[in-house]
T-cell receptor, first 113, second 112 residues
Framework: GESVGLHLPTLSVQEGDNSIINCAYSNSASDYFIWYKQESGKGPQFIID?????DKRQGQRVTVLLNKTVKHLSLQIAATQPGDSAVYFCAETGETSYDKVIFGPGTSLSVIP | NAGVMQNPRHLVRRRGQEARLRCSPMKGHSHVYWYRQLPEEGLKFMVY????????ESGMPKERFSAEFPKEGPSILRIQQVVRGDSAAYFC??????????FGDGTRLSIL
């Protein structure tokens, strides 16, 4: 079946370093991808999105890269801060009649001060 | 400019009781989604609703679970005759006709 998965379940980085969180997706028909951040005790928060007609999109300290050839998505966080510690989910959806979102299992990012 | 509101934040029920979880979408959002999350796991889609209509309930267990989004009032996720395995965090999200889903902070359901 279609699924979205992550390569690494946990990631520890030193404060100030860059973080890279990877995601694989299997549905080649998916054309809209979203990264969410979930802090403990809270709901997922939108970070950044990218459509399939793009291969890179930048936000504030975050960059999402999309490689459609290998169905791979990554989230790069520059100068990682303690406040970035959270679980990060990639999600995929399509331009169908509604926005059903399929989430990957998540990567837990821990920032070491 | 309130976000998605879920209540209660925590709900404790004994086995066999009913659990009712409420979700008020963001203003202007007519699409509501319910997800379930077990500890250390991702979010699993349960059901997608528009006002007075269930659009997709493919992720909802066939028995004991039901959802509604009435014309007036919040969306309700109802679990009848709860069992220990129903313990989880239940998240609601809303979106406008198209666009990113915005999530509430969830209801943590504990079954004694």
């Amino acid at each position: 079946g279609e699924s979205v998965g992550l390569h690494l379940p946990t990631l520890s980085v030193q404060e100030g370093d860059n973080s890279i969180i990877n995601c694989a997706y299997s549905n080649s028909a998916s054309d809209y991808f979203i990264w969410y951040k979930q802090e403990s005790g809270k709901g997922p928060q939108f970070i950044i999105d990218i459509r399939s007609n793009m291969d890179k999109r930048q936000g504030q300290r975050v960059t999402v890269l999309l490689n459609k050839t290998v169905k791979h998505l990554s989230l790069q966080i520059a100068a990682t801060q303690p406040g970035d510690s959270a679980v990060y989910f990639c999600a995929e959806t399509g331009e169908t009649s509604y926005d059903k979102v399929i989430f990957g299992p998540g990567t837990s990012l821990s920032v070491i001060p | 400019n309130a976000g998605v509101m879920q209540n209660p934040r925590h709900l404790v029920r004994r086995r066999g009781q009913e659990a009712r979880l409420r979700c008020s979408p963001m203003k202007g959002h007519s699409h509501v989604y319910w997800y379930r999350q077990l500890p250390e796991e991702g979010l699993k889609f349960m059901v997608y609703l528009q006002k007075e209509n269930i659009i997709d309930e493919s992720g909802m267990p066939k028995e004991r679970f039901s959802a509604e989004f009435p014309k007036e009032g919040p969306s309700i996720l109802r679990i009848q005759q709860v069992v220990r395995g129903d313990s989880a965090a239940y998240f609601c999200a809303s979106s406008p006709r198209t666009g990113v889903q915005h999530f509430g902070d969830g209801t943590r359901l504990s079954i004694l």
